[in-house]
């Protein structure tokens, strides 16, 4: 898992990559392919 301080760019490589938001840290997951995984915070 990447540690960004910034998510955007990262939301943007790959179609199903979902920003969540999980006891105050952000999360990028991708549910069809698992290895775009990042956190911010």
């Known amino acids: ?3 960004r301080n910034s998510l ?3 939301r943007n490589r790959h179609r199903d990559n979902r920003l969540v938001r999980r006891k ?3 999360y990028i997951i991708n549910k069809t392919n698992r290895r775009f995984k990042a956190r911010q915070g």
Request: charged share 35%.
């Open 1 to 3: 898992m990447k540690i």
């Open 8 to 10: 955007r760019s990262l």
């Open 24 to 26: 105050g840290r952000v």
